[in-house]
């Protein structure tokens, strides 16, 4: 009976956290057992015409199964809440899943949330997952609203504890653009991320590794960070990255980040900062609240124009190798584990100390 109720727990746990078999060779058509969401018919196949069709028919399935769904080329014009336990895998088309420029599948929306308002900004994402474990190769998150003062207009944002992992994607909106909620667990490798305003932000955990950052106004922050306490592990990690502002961003006038609270957790490690980024690098909250009390503000190894470090803001800090070991990949998802990421899909190593 006990070897029987081990078998059943690992079988479970097998269940969660299932990783495509094969996503690399399977960019261009669909493996046996996937889901189809394509804008044609496809003969001797059943397919679904939109994100929402495929949402509501696996939605049902047992947790213990993994999902996957194919999504032929298309733009998408959809808002999407997907809920759903177990594991799940959205995999789009691609004649090359390593080039996210290449990528054909766009799932957008164009909504924005008003931050003065009583209402969540997560409201205004693309796509809100409040899935257990959601993997996402080769699609883009795209929120057209635009440039609205004090709008937020999310391509991305996640709930409910949930983990969530990018390979290959795209994420774009403005202000808020890619938000974390409290408890959930990010990573994104290979992945685009641009917006405006504190456009990666939140109380979860993310890490970044060989992504891009592409901040898209003057002024604005990259990050935006907040911890519930001092010693939460939540936090965000941008590991061999690449800040590259839009050509009409003016130079210097870019900040790493802000503290969204007292505990706020960033660090850059190993990335390129172009010349967008301000001397200072980072930024306080307010003028009149600061909230830099209790924060770690961090980078270690960057390179660039925007790296030099003689005139960095006095709350942020040169991390040794004995701070930056706590971001390496291990350590920084050390009561999440790791089993839920594709490290077979990714090409660049993490970095470790030293």
């Avoid at 936090?235 to 980040?257: E, H, K, W």
């Avoid at 690098?281 to 790296?307: C, Q």
């Amino acid at each position: 009976m006990l070897a029987l109720r081990i078998g059943f727990i690992l079988g479970s746990l097998l269940s969660f956290f299932a990783l495509p078999a094969s996503a690399e060779a399977y960019s261009t058509v669909p493996a046996d057992g996937d889901y189809i969401v394509s804008k044609s018919p496809i003969e001797g196949k059943t397919v679904y015409s939109s994100f929402a069709q495929v949402v509501e028919a696996i939605q049902g399935i047992s947790s213990k199964q993994a999902v996957t769904v194919f999504v032929y080329p298309g733009i998408y014009q959809e808002q999407i809440v997907f809920n759903r336990s177990g594991t799940t895998i959205f995999r789009g088309y691609s004649e090359d899943p390593y080039d996210y420029a290449q990528n054909q599948v766009i799932l957008q929306n164009s909504h924005g949330v008003d931050t003065q308002a009583d209402q969540s900004n997560s409201d205004s994402a693309t796509l809100y997952s409040r899935a257990q474990n959601l993997q996402l190769y080769n699609i883009n998150l795209n929120n057209i609203f635009g440039q609205v003062h004090n709008y937020a207009s999310l391509g991305f944002a996640s709930g409910n504890n949930g983990y969530t992992s990018f390979y290959g994607c795209q994420i774009t909106g403005n202000q808020d653009t890619f938000d974390l909620n409290q408890g959930t667990s990010v990573f994104a490798y290979n992945t685009l991320v641009q917006g405006s305003i504190d456009f990666v932000w939140g109380a979860g955990s993310a890490y970044f590794l060989n992504s891009t950052l592409a901040p898209n106004t003057d002024g604005g922050s990259i990050a935006a960070m907040k911890r519930a306490s001092s010693t939460d592990p939540a936090g965000l990690v941008f590991d061999q990255c690449t800040v590259a502002s839009a050509r009409t961003v003016t130079a210097g006038s870019v900040y790493l980040g802000r503290p969204y609270n007292n505990y706020s957790r960033v660090a850059y490690v190993n990335t390129y900062l172009d010349g967008s980024v301000s001397p200072a690098g980072w930024s306080v909250w307010s003028k009149t609240d600061p909230r830099t009390g209790g924060i770690l503000f961090g980078e270690y190894h960057n390179y660039g124009p925007g790296a030099i470090t003689s005139s960095r803001a006095a709350f942020s800090r040169q991390l040794s190798d004995v701070d930056v070991a706590q971001f390496q990949l291990a350590n920084f998802f050390a009561s999440q584990g790791t089993s839920w990421i594709n490290m077979t899909y990714v090409k660049t190593t993490p970095f470790t100390a030293g």
